[in-house]
């Protein structure tokens, strides 16, 4: 009898400590995403900055100042004004897609993030189709605001979601022909073994140098993903007053605000990972000295991972740079002009571009 007491004892103790340690297993999962949301949830807030710093000194004007030392807190003070704002339903409208809608193309964008290399092997997801699973996810985002418009039961909403579908199926095939170039060329679909296809040569390496074609195709087609200027057709206030939002208040008109930046900073970071060799440094030795060519992988694994960090960041932020500036600097297209630019312009050039690829590739073998 005592024997079974010990032996009873020592399962539940034996139960107990499994179940702790399946609850550090759980806890240990959800970190690196929460640190991703975070790492996200920062990088938009200075992208907003930004934008109205860089806007500001465009138009030779004064921009925020007043919220946080340099008005960095600027979107914070919105952010929270729309959080506490009143949420107004169309009383003729579908209240359900109205309310999926801004949630759906959040989302879909945020798993986006889940294949981005940050660093060597930081990565959240390091899947074999990595490249092909972001555009089939960003491909989610298009439904969400044509739900939006649809529910809205308004024809200004409904227009304005149609024309955002139109315009991502539009430039969705030419970039997706790029990546696809990108794919054959690094013999892989892998965010990071694209990435280290390129380190293996340094600077010249990089498939910006290697796709010029398809690096412009790629720019183009993500300022139209993005419905950044020229390409802001969905929300264009002459004809739309304001596209999709129209009926949109409070917190759920701050998603669609927060997912336009969030599909900004994605673009951004896909550009640097495949095109501008990502987290490798890469400065051919003619502009600095040796010593700081900074190889990753041989340097120490917390310094390393910071470098490499530090190094993703600020190409992409470099990067960002254009799509701010030509928000002010080029005007919106017309529909027409879009869908032609799209389907008889990008899309020929972007098949013309992968047979090359493709040929160069079989002559290689």
Same mark, same amino acid.
């Given at each position: ?56 000194g ?19 003070a ?25 949630s ?86 892998s ?5 280290e ?12 140098w ?14 139209a ?19 999709? $939002?129209?009926?949109?208040? /409070?917190? !759920? +008109?701050? #998603?669609f605000?927060?997912?336009?930046? *969030?599909? %900004?900073?994605? @673009? =951004? ?67 027409? $002009?879009?869908?032609?630019? /799209?389907? !008889? +312009?990008? #899309?020929?050039?972007?098949?013309g571009? *992968?047979? %090359?690829?493709? @040929? =160069? ?5």
């Open positions: 009898m005592i024997m079974d007491t010990i032996e009873i004892q020592a399962i539940n103790s034996f139960s107990r400590l499994e179940s702790l340690k399946e609850v550090y297993g759980l806890i240990w999962l959800l970190v690196p995403i929460f640190t991703l949301v975070l790492g996200i949830t920062i990088g938009v807030l200075v992208i907003v900055w930004l934008e109205r710093e860089i806007s500001a465009i138009q030779q004007r004064i921009g925020p100042e007043y919220a946080g030392p340099l008005g960095i807190l600027q979107a914070v919105d952010g929270t004004k729309l959080l506490f704002k009143e949420n107004l339903l169309p009383s003729s409208g579908d209240g359900r897609l109205f309310s999926i809608g801004p759906v193309a959040v989302i879909s964008i945020l798993l986006s993030y889940s294949v981005i290399p940050f660093g060597y092997h930081l990565i959240l997801a390091d899947l074999g189709i990595g490249v092909f699973l972001w555009i089939a996810i960003s491909s989610i985002a298009p439904v969400g605001l044509l739900m939006s418009g649809y529910g809205s039961n308004n024809k200004y909403s409904f227009l304005g979601g149609l024309r955002a579908a139109a315009q991502s199926i539009s430039y969705e095939i030419p970039l997706t022909l790029c990546v696809l170039s990108i794919s054959l060329l690094s013999n892989s679909s965010t990071v073994d694209i990435v296809a390129q380190s293996k040569y340094g600077f010249w390496g990089w498939n910006l290697r796709q010029p074609i398809g690096f412009l195709i790629f720019l183009i087609s993500s300022l993903e993005c419905e950044r200027l020229p390409f802001d057709l969905p929300e264009a206030e002459e004809e739309l007053v304001a596209g999709y $939002q129209t009926e949109y208040s /409070g917190i !759920k +008109f701050g #998603l605000y927060v997912a336009s930046y *969030l599909n %900004l900073l994605v @673009s =951004s970071l896909f550009i640097t990972v495949l095109y501008l060799g990502g987290w490798n440094l890469s400065i051919p030795y003619l502009f600095v000295p040796k010593i700081l060519d900074i190889n990753i992988n041989k340097v120490g694994k917390v310094f390393g991972t910071i470098i490499s960090i530090f190094i993703t960041l600020a190409k992409t932020y470099l990067f960002l740079f254009i799509p701010i500036a030509t928000r002010w600097t080029l005007p919106r297209l017309r529909i027409d $002009q879009l869908l032609n630019l /799209g389907w !008889k +312009f990008l #899309l020929p050039i972007s098949l571009n *992968l047979l %090359l690829t493709t @040929s =160069s590739q079989l002559l290689s073998l």
